[in-house]
């Protein structure tokens, strides 16, 4: 009797100490969405206003490049060279930040995963009404954090390739000697002036990503709210 006793006692317990590693998670996880919103938002102002910028000095380039002022292009392609390794450091921020999300998607997989065995195996020894929705549960959350995952694969392999193909451009540009006499010519012009729009379309398209993010965090934010209230049910 003794013996049944302690064993009921230590499942008890360590029953109560999932729930507890549960809520812990979930709320660390609403934590950490609430800081990424804050931060895209940030970030998305400061995008929105630099691309702007950007796009003026492309304007600025070709009409120093018509009137063959070499002196305002030498300054233009100045601004534009530091505008260009500025985005690429801050894209291979972004990559680092990608990873980090793909790392911590991964790893709350992993506790989705192992929280769905723990249901399951409380389902087969009592199949209880309680039993029954806390697996419901726990398959869906794993189902949102596979989603999760593979959304965070996607972005990261969709920076990696705007970032290199920025590298490519600043290259481009930078071996583009505004200080030969003989610069002049519509094809040049046509030819640079359509690297610096390509380099602003992978500007625009790290907003859209970072929009796209947002979205996606205010979307676990409200999944947030309902795993909460699904522990304190529990």
């Not at 998607?105 to 389902?123: F, G, H, I, P, V």
């Not at 087969?124 to 869906?140: A, G, H, P, Q, T």
């Not at 907003?207 to 304190?232: F, G, P, Q, S």
């Amino acid at each position: 009797m003794k013996t049944l006793q302690i064993t009921l006692f230590s499942v008890f317990a360590f029953t109560v100490s999932l729930a507890n590693a549960q809520v812990a998670r979930n709320t660390k996880e609403a934590i950490d969405n609430k800081i990424a919103i804050k931060t895209g938002k940030n970030q998305l102002v400061k995008d929105q206003i630099q691309l702007k910028a950007f796009k003026e000095k492309i304007i600025a380039f070709e009409d120093a490049f018509i009137d063959h002022d070499r002196k305002r292009l030498k300054t233009i392609k100045k601004d534009i060279l530091s505008d260009m390794k500025r985005e690429i450091a801050e894209s291979k921020r972004k990559i680092k930040q990608d990873e980090r999300e793909l790392r911590q998607s991964k790893a709350e997989l992993r506790s989705s995963r192992k929280e769905l065995r723990n249901s399951q195996r409380d389902k087969y020894y009592n199949n209880s009404i309680r039993n029954r929705r806390e697996v419901r549960d726990d398959r869906r959350d794993k189902r949102d954090d596979v989603r999760d995952k593979n959304d965070d694969i996607r972005d990261l392999k969709a920076q990696i390739a705007r970032t290199e193909r920025q590298e490519e451009i600043l290259k481009k540009i930078k071996a583009f000697n505004v200080s030969n006499k003989k610069v002049s010519g519509k094809r040049k012009l046509i030819t640079n002036t359509k690297l610096l729009q390509e380099f602003s379309k992978t500007m625009e398209a790290d907003i859209r990503a970072t929009k796209i993010e947002l979205k996606e965090d205010r979307k676990e934010v409200i999944e947030d709210i309902r795993e909460r209230r699904e522990d304190k049910r529990s």
